[in-house]
C-alpha cells in the first residue's frame, strides 16, 4: 500500500474508492471483524464526499458519520476518518460485530499498511484546529443542504413533515412562556419556522431569529423566509453577537457546532452573551439511533452546569435530546 497525505478534497471525478477510519464520540476507533477497515466503490451518479461517504459506513459497518475529513491518496483510491456513531435506525445499515478499541490497539492488530492508515487518520483527527473543524462543517453541510428538495432536507433532517415534528418537536418541552427564540446554527430557517407555529398552538407568541456559519445558507434561509431576512444573520456559535446586541428569551444551541473540547465554552458564551436574564439555553443533541454517545443532559452534566430540565424526541429511535439551563 502507498499513499500520499493531502490537504483539501480532491475532485471528485478522480474519485473511484474510499477507506474510512472512524472515529467514535469516545475517541475509539470502530472497525470491521479481522480487524479490517471499511471500504468500498463510488457507485455512477454519486459524490464522495456528499453520498459515498455516507452510504459506504452505513452498509459496511452500521456507522453513522457526522463529519467526514479526506487525509491520504493513491490515484483514485481515497482515504477518510469518520467522527460519528453506531447506527441502528432506519436507513439501510449492516449489523456486524464490529471491533471497537482504542487507536493503539487497532493499530497493532491490523497489517502493516492498515496500520499506516490509522496512524496517519489519527495524527490528522487530532491535529484539527478550531479553524479546520468551522471549515470542514461549512464545506461538507453547505452543498448537502442546498441540494435538498424539501424544507426538511434543506434544515439536513432525512425525513418528511411528520417525523421532522416527531424528532424536533422535543425542543417546545423547553420553552414555556411568551417571548423571542434564536437558532444557532438556523440553516434553512425551518425551525425558526417550526417553533413559532408549534408554540401558536399552545397559545405563545414567539418571534424567531435565526444566524447559521455557512453564508449560502443563511442567504437560502433569508429567501425562504423574507419576512425575517433581518433577523437572520452569518455567525459563528463561539463567539456570535447580534449585530444589534440584543438578547433572547429563548436560545438553541447543538453541541456539535463547535469542536467537543469548546462545548463548555459554547455554553458559557450562550448563557452570558445571548440569553436574556430570567430565559433558557436549549441545548440538543441529534445523535445517531442505535449512538453510543451521552445524551445532552448527561454532557451538560459532564461539563459541570446546572440542569434544569431535560427531554427526548418522540416515536421510534428517540437520540435526540434537549436539556435546559436557566440563565
Not at 435565526?210 to 419576512?227: C, K, Q
Amino acid at each position: 500500500m502507498s499513499y500520499r497525505l493531502i490537504e483539501g478534497d480532491p475532485d471528485p471525478s478522480t474519485v473511484r474508492r474510499l477507506t474510512f477510519v472512524p472515529f467514535l464520540p469516545d475517541g475509539r476507533c470502530m472497525v470491521l471483524p479481522g480487524p479490517r477497515l471499511p471500504s468500498g466503490e463510488v457507485r455512477p451518479g454519486e459524490h464522495y464526499l456528499l453520498d459515498s461517504c455516507l452510504r459506504i459506513p452505513l452498509e459496511s459497518l452500521g456507522f453513522r458519520l457526522q463529519r467526514v475529513h479526506p487525509f491520504a491518496a493513491d490515484g483514485d483510491h481515497v482515504y477518510a476518518w469518520l467522527d460519528g456513531d453506531r447506527y441502528a435506525g432506519s436507513r439501510p445499515h449492516a449489523t456486524v460485530d464490529a471491533v471497537i478499541a482504542d487507536v493503539e490497539d487497532v493499530r497493532d492488530r491490523l497489517d502493516a499498511g492498515s496500520a499506516a492508515v490509522v496512524r496517519d487518520a489519527a495524527r490528522s483527527f487530532h491535529a484539527q484546529s478550531d479553524a479546520d473543524y468551522y471549515a470542514d462543517n461549512v464545506r461538507l453541510l453547505e452543498p448537502a443542504y442546498l441540494r435538498g428538495t424539501t424544507p426538511q432536507a434543506g434544515s439536513g433532517f432525512g425525513g418528511d413533515a411528520a417525523r421532522w415534528r416527531e424528532r424536533r418537536g422535543m425542543i417546545m418541552d423547553g420553552v414555556h412562556r411568551a417571548g423571542t427564540f434564536l437558532d444557532v446554527g438556523c440553516a434553512n430557517g425551518l425551525l425558526m419556522e417550526s417553533v413559532r407555529e408549534w408554540a401558536a398552538e399552545r397559545g405563545l407568541a414567539i418571534e424567531p431569529y435565526g444566524v447559521d456559519l455557512a453564508p449560502r445558507l443563511v442567504e437560502l434561509a433569508r429567501h425562504r423566509l423574507p419576512h425575517w431576512a433581518d433577523r437572520i444573520e452569518v455567525g459563528n456559535a463561539i463567539d456570535y453577537r447580534p449585530a444589534d446586541g440584543r438578547r433572547f428569551t429563548f436560545v438553541h444551541v447543538l453541541l456539535e457546532i463547535v469542536p467537543r473540547r469548546r462545548r463548555a465554552d459554547l455554553v458559557r458564551h450562550a448563557l452570558e452573551r445571548l440569553v436574556e436574564p430570567g430565559g433558557r439555553l436549549l441545548v440538543s443533541h441529534y445523535q445517531a439511533d442505535g449512538g453510543t454517545d451521552l445524551t445532552a443532559e448527561e454532557h451538560l452534566r459532564a461539563l459541570g452546569f446546572e440542569v434544569a430540565g431535560s427531554t427526548r424526541a418522540r416515536g421510534a429511535g428517540r437520540g435526540a435530546t434537549t436539556a435546559w439551563l436557566e440563565a
